[in-house]
Each structure stands twice: as structure tokens, then as C-alpha cells.
């Protein structure tokens, strides 16, 4: 068997042709000719000359054929079923109306002529042709041939889809090919699945997980990058419903037994048989993720380095998968170079230690360097740092993880009272300015900075620096704040609390200094510039940057003085 395109210029015509089973009359009339008076006619009266948009309506009137209509004002059928002696002429312009002729001489098979509109003879160059094939039907088992006046007639498709074979007969060199093919890249695949479902639902995957980011991975135009095939014939590459976001790195192709070829990118978006298809590749997938996760030489955190940040989004946006998304995480923390999962880190966690301790920041070099890590790093507490957007949000969506609540260190009521102290942590509490002063000088900022601040209060968690800012519980985090801001989804500024370390030296002495002498301009200023330094820790400017610079000689000189 085999399908010819027969292209012809001069006449603007183009012939689809098989030699297959055929029609005889009745099933011509059944198969065409109900079709083209019940639904042509809306069809056409639907078009709207917009190609994208057009394409859309195929498959909601009948059977794709009637697309024909498109780029033809008179589509003819000429066939003759096999052991038929007499074949069959039919013909239409897609009003509604058709006819019916004997055609003594018609081969067996069907031919199909259509006499393209002005504007449509590209369809007539075989350019044109053989792109549209190798889009569409390069994975078909019958050849297609394309007959060219220049060269005579050549086959135009490969006639061979990889996926429908065995895997015990395709090589590893093949499997890469065919990758390079499907998603137009030039790294390995750093895994392949390839599976046939079968039972109340058929389908055959081809799919890989890149060892490399593609450069628009984040971008929200971004299309899918897995091709839905209905029994070998392309349908699209862009089915948001095949996977969800959260797996948008992986390529490949599924071919489904039970989809229909004329299926609208409408039915694709509310079909059941292909829900059923993307629950069983969210499923396989996410277990060779676990299979790799839990395979000490399988290079997981070598994939988790490229695609972690995308598969995280998975615990926020799939409540029904989440436990299991968690398993396959992986987290920097204070505790070392290397990545902790969720387990480990409970698993290790501290006496006494009640939580699940985070910080969210834009880098791992800054995070590290935080101030408000400094009291659960001087008591071998294990904070995860986490540096990508989605952070944010996942975190606030998992209130707990094995009975143990995560909390942000860069929130106010971080209790470490019943985590063991350090040694030496008596001597620092000794070394602390005397209550009556730290309560004074509180006071004191507090007058200062008015409603710039939240509140004031006395630091367990700083152990260097000399001062930090926390959220309040119930307030966004700095860092979410930051990223609203800058997406315009931030309204106006939060205040935030000011903590002050009764340890540091200058804090000891501004305490003792507003003690012997009570407020004034250089408390002021003192107290403005403490909350800049704070703001500046957090990778905010001052509020105002002159003052602040004119705050800053003014200390400066009298150091000098």
C-alpha cells in the first residue's frame, strides 16, 4: 500500500491518492455525502480566514476531510472498492450539496482532487508538500510519495515510528538519535522511558528527561514540548493537557490507540481518555524519577541541579501528588555542601528541636551570610536555604512534613530556648548589656523610628551582628515581598520588626549612651541608621539614601575626631 501526492501547478490542483480498499456507492453516500449536507455548510460558515483558529474547527463537524474546504472550491473522490468492477465519482463544492457519477475507469482505491482557491497553490510545491508530511504523517506505516515533475516520484516520509518497536530492538545511539529528532536538541538524554499502557486505555511513551536547561524553561509562553500522536498521525506539540507544568522539561511522544484523528484542541482540553493518559505519564515518570532518586550512581543531584526549581512548583500546584513530589527533593542547608532531602534532615534534627527550619533568599552565597541564621548556626541547628522562586510558595502550602511544622528563621517567635546552647553561651549571656538599659534603648528606637518599624525587641537569634529585621507571624516574608514587588503584585511596603543584639558592643554602648543621657539627635540618627544597616543586609536601600549618607560622614567624623 501506499498513498502518491500529485501535485499540478498548471491545472492548481492537488491529488491525494491510495491504493486501498475503496468505496463502493453506498458507503461513498454513507461516508461522505450525510456528512456534507449536515455539516459542511456550518462548517464554512464558521471560518473566519484565521488559520490558527480555523484549524480548531476541524473534527467538530464530522470528519477532518471536510477541512478540505479550507483551501478548495470543488473537492472530487474517485474510487472503486476492491472486487468491485464499477467505480464511483463523487463531487462537491462543501455547500451542502454533492453528485454522484459512475467511473468506469477508476482504479482500485481512492483519489482525491482538490481544486485550490486563489491563494492556495503553495500547496501545489513540493517544498510545501514534504514540510506538511514530515510534520504530520513522517511516522505512518504506509510510504507516502510525492510525484515531481523534475525527478519523478520520491517517498517523502520515513515510514517508521521508533516507538512502535520493541525496546530490546532499538540501540542506545538510537534512542539518542531520536531524541535529538523529537526535541531539537544536542545533549543526551539523561534517561528514557518508553512504555506501551494497555488495558481499558492504549498508548505507547517515547519520553526523556534532558541533561541540560533549555533556555526558556521559565518562560510563561513556553510551550509543551511532548507530541500527541493518534495511531502514528501528528495531531500537536503544544497539548498542555498531556503533563502538567511542574514536568514541562521532559520531550518525546505519546501515540494514543483511542483518541480521534479528527480530535479539536476543544475536545483535547475536556477529553477523559486523555486525562487517563496524562495520570499514567505523570505516574511513570515521577517513578523513574524515584527509581533514579534512589540509585546511588544514577546522578539524581546532577538532574536536580537542572530541574529541581521546575519540579518543586509540583508540591504547590498538585495536592494529590505531593507526598510523593517531596520524596524526590532535595535541599541545600547550613549543614554542609551537599543536598538533604525532607527525611534526612528530620531524621538528624536536634534535641529539643520542635521544627523544620528555612530561609528564602535570592543566592546561596547571600543566604549564608544572613544575620538571622547566626543563633541556630551557633547551636548546630540545620537550616535548608532555599534560593528559587517557588520557594515561597511551596513552603507556605506544606504547614507540616512528619509532624514537624516548617517555620522561617526570618520570622519573629523562633524559639530555640529548648534546643541545647553552645558552649560558652553562658559567658555571652553575662556579657549582655544590663536589662534596664536594653529596655530603655528599645524604648528609645521605638520613639525613634516610630511607624517605620513594627516593633523593637531584644535578639536570641543574633550572636554577631547587631541587628536584623524579622516578619511578623502572619506577615509575608521579606524575600516574597521582594519578588511581588518586583512583578507589581506588591502594595506598598511592610513594616517589619527590628531586633538588636544586647551582646554587641555597640549596641552595649549605645544602651549605656541613651541610659546616662536620654534621647536625642544622635540617637536619631544612631536608630535611623541601624534600621538602614538592617534593610541593606536584606538587599534593600536605605529608605532614604541621602540622609542615610549624611548619617554615615557624620558617625564617620567623629570617629576621626
Known amino acids: 500500500?501506499?498513498?502518491?501526492?500529485?501535485?499540478?501547478?498548471?491545472?492548481?490542483?492537488?491529488?491525494?491518492?491510495?491504493?486501498?480498499?475503496?468505496?463502493?456507492?453506498?458507503?461513498?453516500?454513507?461516508?461522505?455525502?450525510?456528512?456534507?449536507?449536515?455539516?459542511?455548510?456550518?462548517?464554512?460558515?464558521?471560518?473566519?480566514?484565521?488559520?490558527?483558529?480555523?484549524?480548531?474547527?476541524?473534527g467538530q463537524f464530522g470528519v477532518g476531510f471536510y477541512?478540505?474546504?479550507?483551501?478548495?472550491?470543488?473537492?472530487?473522490?474517485?474510487?472503486?472498492?476492491?472486487?468491485?468492477?464499477?467505480?464511483?465519482?463523487?463531487?462537491?463544492?462543501?455547500?451542502?450539496?454533492?453528485?454522484?457519477?459512475?467511473?468506469?475507469?477508476?482504479?482500485?482505491?481512492?483519489?482525491?482532487?482538490?481544486?485550490?482557491?486563489?491563494?492556495?497553490?503553495?500547496?501545489?510545491?513540493?517544498?510545501?508538500?514534504?514540510?506538511?508530511?514530515k510534520r504530520y504523517s513522517d511516522h505512518i506505516a504506509i510510504p507516502v510519495k510525492l510525484k515531481d515533475g523534475e525527478s519523478g516520484e520520491e517517498t517523502i516520509n520515513s515510514a517508521n515510528a521508533l516507538w512502535t518497536r520493541s525496546k530490546s530492538d532499538i540501540t542506545p545511539e538510537q534512542y539518542k538519535e531520536f531524541?535529538?529528532?523529537?526535541?531539537?536538541?544536542?545533549?543526551?538524554?539523561?534517561?528514557?522511558?518508553?512504555?506501551?499502557?494497555?488495558?481499558?486505555?492504549?498508548?505507547?511513551?517515547?519520553?526523556?528527561?534532558?541533561?541540560?536547561?533549555?533556555?526558556?524553561?521559565?518562560?510563561?509562553?513556553?510551550?509543551?514540548?511532548?507530541?500527541?500522536?493518534?495511531?502514528?498521525?501528528?495531531?500537536?506539540?503544544?497539548?498542555?493537557?498531556?503533563?502538567?507544568?511542574?514536568?514541562?522539561f521532559v520531550r518525546g511522544v505519546v501515540?494514543?490507540?483511542?483518541?480521534?484523528l479528527n480530535v479539536s484542541r476543544e475536545m483535547l482540553q475536556h477529553n477523559p481518555v486523555l486525562a487517563k493518559i496524562r495520570s499514567g505519564l505523570v505516574k511513570k515518570v515521577l517513578g523513574e524519577l524515584k527509581k533514579k532518586a534512589e540509585d546511588a550512581g544514577g546522578g539524581y543531584d546532577a538532574f536536580w541541579e537542572v530541574f529541581g526549581a521546575v519540579l518543586k512548583e509540583g508540591i504547590y500546584e498538585d495536592f494529590e501528588r505531593r507526598d510523593e513530589i517531596l520524596e524526590l527533593c532535595r535541599f541545600r542547608s547550613t549543614a554542609g555542601d551537599g543536598l538533604v532531602t525532607l527525611a534526612e534532615y528530620v531524621g538528624r534534627m536536634k534535641e529539643g528541636q520542635e521544627a523544620i527550619y528555612t530561609i528564602t533568599g535570592d543566592n546561596l552565597a547571600q543566604l549564608k551570610k544572613s544575620p538571622q541564621l547566626e543563633g541556630f548556626v551557633a547551636r548546630n541547628v540545620e537550616v535548608l536555604l532555599l534560593t528559587d522562586p517557588i520557594d515561597e510558595f511551596w513552603v507556605s502550602a506544606?504547614?507540616?512534613?512528619?509532624?514537624?511544622?516548617?517555620?522561617?528563621?526570618?520570622?519573629?517567635?523562633?524559639?530555640?530556648?529548648?534546643?541545647?546552647?553552645?558552649?560558652?553561651?553562658?559567658?555571652?549571656?553575662?556579657?549582655?548589656?544590663?536589662?534596664d538599659e536594653v529596655t530603655t534603648l528599645i524604648e528609645a528606637l521605638k520613639l525613634a523610628l516610630g511607624d517605620k518599624v513594627k516593633d523593637v525587641r531584644g535578639s536570641e537569634r543574633l550572636t554577631e551582628s547587631a541587628v536584623c529585621l524579622v516578619a511578623d507571624s502572619g506577615d509575608m516574608s521579606m524575600h516574597l515581598e521582594k519578588l511581588l514587588r518586583a512583578h507589581g503584585q506588591a502594595a506598598g511596603e511592610r513594616v517589619r520588626i527590628l531586633e538588636i543584639n544586647p551582646r554587641h558592643a555597640l549596641i552595649k554602648s549605645l544602651a549605656a549612651k541613651v541610659k546616662a543621657d536620654g534621647?536625642?539627635?544622635?540617637?536619631?540618627?544612631?536608630?535611623?541608621?541601624l534600621l538602614d544597616q538592617a534593610r541593606i543586609v536584606e538587599g534593600e536601600p536605605p529608605a532614604d539614601p541621602v540622609a542615610f549618607a549624611r548619617r554615615l560622614v557624620a558617625v564617620m567624623e567623629k570617629g576621626l575626631v
Open 1 to 58: 500500500f501506499q498513498i502518491r501526492l500529485i501535485p499540478d501547478a498548471a491545472a492548481g490542483t492537488l491529488t491525494i491518492a491510495d491504493n486501498g480498499v475503496g468505496m463502493n456507492h453506498e458507503e461513498l453516500i454513507a461516508n461522505l455525502g450525510t456528512i456534507a449536507k449536515s455539516g459542511t455548510a456550518e462548517f464554512l460558515s464558521r471560518l473566519t480566514g484565521d488559520a490558527k483558529k480555523d484549524v480548531s474547527l476541524i
Open 67 to 133: 477541512s478540505a474546504f479550507m483551501v478548495a472550491d470543488e473537492v472530487t473522490v474517485v474510487t472503486r472498492k476492491a472486487g468491485d468492477a464499477m467505480g464511483w465519482r463523487w463531487t462537491s463544492d462543501g455547500k451542502g450539496e454533492f453528485t454522484v457519477a459512475e467511473a468506469p475507469a477508476a482504479p482500485r482505491g481512492a483519489a482525491i482532487t482538490l481544486r485550490l482557491r486563489d491563494g492556495e497553490t503553495e500547496f501545489t510545491e513540493a517544498v510545501r508538500l514534504k514540510a506538511i508530511v
Open 179 to 248: 531524541y535529538h529528532h523529537v526535541a531539537h536538541a544536542f545533549d543526551e538524554p539523561w534517561t528514557t522511558l518508553h512504555y506501551k499502557a494497555e488495558g481499558a486505555i492504549e498508548y505507547t511513551g517515547l519520553l526523556f528527561v534532558p541533561s541540560s536547561k533549555p533556555f526558556d524553561i521559565f518562560n510563561p509562553d513556553r510551550k509543551q514540548h511532548v507530541k500527541l500522536y493518534v495511531r502514528r498521525v501528528f495531531i500537536t506539540d503544544d497539548c498542555e493537557e498531556l503533563l502538567p507544568p511542574y514536568l514541562r
Open 255 to 260: 501515540d494514543s490507540q483511542d483518541l480521534p
Open 398 to 435: 506544606i504547614p507540616r512534613y512528619m509532624d514537624k511544622e516548617l517555620r522561617s528563621v526570618a520570622a519573629a517567635g523562633a524559639d530555640l530556648g529548648k534546643v541545647k546552647a553552645p558552649e560558652g553561651a553562658d559567658a555571652a549571656k553575662a556579657d549582655e548589656a544590663p536589662v
Open 519 to 529: 534621647t536625642g539627635p544622635v540617637v536619631e540618627d544612631m536608630a535611623a541608621l
